[in-house]
Structures are given as structure tokens and as C-alpha cells.
């Protein structure tokens, strides 16, 4: 098959996938293309750092979203293990590391995220680490089957929900945070304690205020960890979990604007209006968050695809869809519904089981978001009250009789609640 103008989408995520679906699901039979870099099949990210560690076999067919015949049979052309070197926006085409140049109504950049690396002396060293592949999963889960000391740099999700997996295998594991707490960027102070004590009851030693000056090895190998303090601590694998970076080269070289990612108007479109950026390297003003920036999350990559489409059918709305986030670590699974990032009070609605409870997050008196700890159905109600723009007032968070189920129906009637635009 060879490809004629229509949609090329470069990456081969979850956005991408879903992008692929949702444009035929809707109807649309001119040509889309597929361009992705690593040379697999689309699959699914989150049990990288979860299941997939713990697994006894190989389940990287588990995590695939299609089969190869999958896109044949409607029609998608998946090119595997492809480059796109540059962008040609004049021509409208985007040529390849292969020589072709593909030609386009409509570019789709779906290219993501790359886990940051630490920039210390040692950090090749064998034994030391990134988890955002599955190649990177592979790789961690051999070496987890051949080590004992195991060092995680950085308290963030994914850091955490490694170390979860490593102690859970019996190693001694050390997660270093080189600021007062863990999950800073992701949770407020409440619930990230709360994790703090079970990650340790579990066996997880958690030191913050603690920076690496340089990785020490023997033998090519990783064999410890020098902190800026001059403490040393053994290590044979370290595991850096401190962030990621928007792939948004493409987009720079191609003279789109980018910003910490590629940035995007209200549907999605870029500074070219032939060329949407959608995912992780999509950067966006959202009314869930006090400033533009960037959404790392499943939820967030499958709407803004569904939204892509919904505009190349001919049906352009504003993307507004509530973020969503979750967790599992140390045990707990936790979910957030909105962005609590510059929240300024913050008040805890307990249960009956200390385990569980949920914590409401606001930014000047403005219910922003809140994150349940192993209450899935709180989380859905809190999906739905803070789509709808709803807020509660601080002062009816911890009311007895509050009940997020009729929330949105009694907005108008009840005193504790008033409704705004998120």
C-alpha cells in the first residue's frame, strides 16, 4: 500500500492508536498513517512500572493494544520502526529516516515523552537506569532477578511504584528525594504522608533532602551511590525516576512553537493550522490548572485523540475534559481527579478505615481537585462533580451528612455549594 494525502500521525502511543480508531469509529475513509519510531506494536504504558515487573513470563503481547491485522483490516498504514527526520510544511509531506516523504492533508504530532536521565558522573555506568519503555521494563525486570541493593532517585509515580515492585521481590531499596517529601508535583502534603508511612512499613527506606553527586562503580558496573552529603549507600541497580521531557524536536525544527512541549490553541491546533499535537509533548492552556503546561496522563492522551478527531470529521469543539490520574504503590491505590498544583488549603474527609479516605484540594477557596486513597467510587463522583464545575464549600468538606452522589442534582438548592467554570 502506499499512502496518499490524509492524515499522518507521527507516534505510535496510546494517543496515536486512539487517534486511529477514533477517526475511522467516526467514519472517516481517506488514508492514515501511522509513523512510529521504537518498532513494536502500540501498547499500553502503566503496568511497565506495576504488573509487568512482577510477572513470571514475558507479557509484552498482553500489553499490545491491536494486532498487525488489526490496522490492516481498516485500513491504517502502521509504519514500524520508522523515523520522521523533518517536517516540510510548505509541501505539506514529512520525510522519513527511509527516504519516503509522506504527503498530508492533516499532521497529527503524537510524539511523547523520554524519561530524563541523570547528568552525574557514573550515570552510564552499567546497572543504572530509566523506566518509560518497554525495552527499559525488560531490561529492569532481569537484572531485578540478579541484584539485592537497589537505589531509586527520585519519589514521583513512577519511582515510587518501582520501588513498590522491588521490595515486594525482597530487595533493600532506597528512594532518594531531594526535596521535604515525595510526590511534590503530584499530591498534596495529607496524601503523600500517608504513602510515606506505608512505603516504609513495607520495607522502603525513604530519604529526602538528598541529591546524587556521581554513581560509583567496579568494573564497569554500578556498585553504589555518593550523595552530595558524602554518604554512600551500596547499590548494583539504580533507577532514575526524575521526570520526563517532551519529545518536541520535530515540531522546534519545523519552526511550530513550542514551549516545554509543542503548545496548542483550544482544539488542538498548532501555530500551522494543518498540524495538531496531542499527549505528553502537548503543551495547553486547560481550565483545571492555574497555568499552561503539559498533561502526563492515559486519560488525558485518549480524550485530546478522540478531540483531534471529532475536528478532522468536521466537528471542532473546545477540548475540555476533566485530568485524571492514578496510582498504585506500597499497596493503596490512589486516584486524583483534577490538578490540585498551587492549592492553597487542603482538608482531609475520612471513613471508617484509616486506609481509606479522600482529600479535597483547593486553590482560593475553589475545589481544584481530589485524590481518594482506595475509594474508586469516591473517585468517579469526584469525576463528575468537577466536570460539571460544581465546588463545595470548604467549610462542608468533613459534614456528616455530605454526599458526593447528589452533589451536582442539589448544586442549585443547597447552601454548601455553588457552581462556576472550573
Known amino acids: 500500500m502506499t499512502p496518499s494525502s490524509g492524515t499522518v500521525i507521527i507516534g505510535g502511543g496510546q494517543a496515536g492508536h486512539q487517534l486511529a480508531v477514533s477517526l475511522r469509529q467516526g467514519g472517516d475513509d481517506r488514508p492514515i498513517t ?18 509487568y515487573l ?141 504513602l510515606t508511612r506505608r512505603h516504609a512499613a513495607n520495607g522502603v527506606t525513604i530519604m529526602t533532602h538528598s541529591s546524587v553527586a556521581e554513581l560509583l562503580g567496579c568494573r564497569g558496573k554500578v556498585s553504589g551511590v555518593r550523595l552530595d552529603s558524602d554518604e554512600l549507600l551500596p547499590a548494583e541497580l539504580v533507577v532514575a525516576g526524575v521526570g520526563v521531557e517532551p519529545n518536541d524536536e520535530l515540531a522546534a525544527a519545523a519552526g511550530l512553537k513550542v514551549d516545554d512541549g509543542i503548545v496548542i490553541d483550544e482544539i488542538l491546533r498548532t501555530s500551522d493550522p494543518a498540524i495538531f499535537a496531542m499527549g505528553d509533548v502537548a503543551s495547553f492552556r486547560t481550565g483545571f490548572a492555574p497555568r499552561s503546561g503539559r498533561v502526563e496522563s492515559v486519560q488525558n492522551a485518549v480524550d485530546q485523540a478522540r478531540s483531534v ?26 486516584q486524583i481527579a483534577g490538578i490540585g498544583t498551587g492549592s492553597n488549603a487542603v482538608y482531609v474527609r475520612p471513613s471508617d478505615d484509616p486506609r481509606r479516605f479522600s482529600t479535597f484540594c483547593y486553590r482560593n477557596r475553589r475545589l481544584v481537585a481530589i485524590e481518594s486513597v482506595g475509594q474508586p467510587r469516591i473517585h468517579l463522583q469526584a469525576r463528575r462533580l468537577l466536570s460539571a464545575g460544581v465546588s463545595i464549600s470548604p467549610d462542608c468538606v468533613t459534614a456528616k451528612d455530605l454526599d458526593l452522589a447528589h452533589e451536582i442534582d442539589a448544586a442549585k438548592r443547597s447552601p454548601c455549594l455553588d457552581r462556576e467554570s472550573a
Open 54 to 194: 512482577l510477572a513470571d513470563a514475558d507479557d509484552a503481547l498482553d500489553l499490545a493494544f491491536v494486532a498487525d491485522r488489526d490496522y490492516a483490516e481498516h485500513n491504517v498504514h502502521y509504519l514500524s520502526g520508522v523515523r520522521a527526520l523533518s517536517v516540510d510544511r510548505v509541501r505539506q509531506a514529512v520525510v522519513l529516516d527511509s527516504t519516503q516523504s509522506l504527503p498530508y492533508e492533516h499532521l497529527v504530532l503524537a510524539t511523547g515523552s523520554r524519561a530524563r536521565t541523570l547528568m552525574v558522573p557514573g550515570a552510564t555506568l552499567m546497572g543504572a537506569h530509566t523506566l518509560r519503555s518497554l525495552e527499559d521494563a525488560q531490561r529492569l525486570r532481569s537484572m531485578l532477578s540478579r541484584v539485592t541493593d537497589v537505589v531509586v532517585v527520585g519519589a514521583g509515580f513512577i519511582g515510587l511504584e518501582f520501588a513498590t515492585c522491588a521490595v515486594h521481590l525482597g530487595h533493600r531499596v532506597t528512594v532518594l528525594e531531594r526535596g521535604p517529601r515525595i510526590l511534590r508535583r503530584s499530591l498534596s502534603e495529607p496524601t503523600a504522608e500517608f
Open 34 to 51: 501511522m509513523v512510529e519510531a521504537e518498532g513494536r506494536l502500540p501498547y499500553q504504558r502503566p503496568p511497565l512500572s506495576k504488573d
Open 309 to 334: 478527531a471529532r475536528t478532522l470529521l468536521g466537528h471542532p469543539t473546545p477540548y475540555a475534559d476533566l485530568p485524571w490520574f492514578w496510582t498504585q504503590q506500597a499497596g493503596h491505590l490512589v
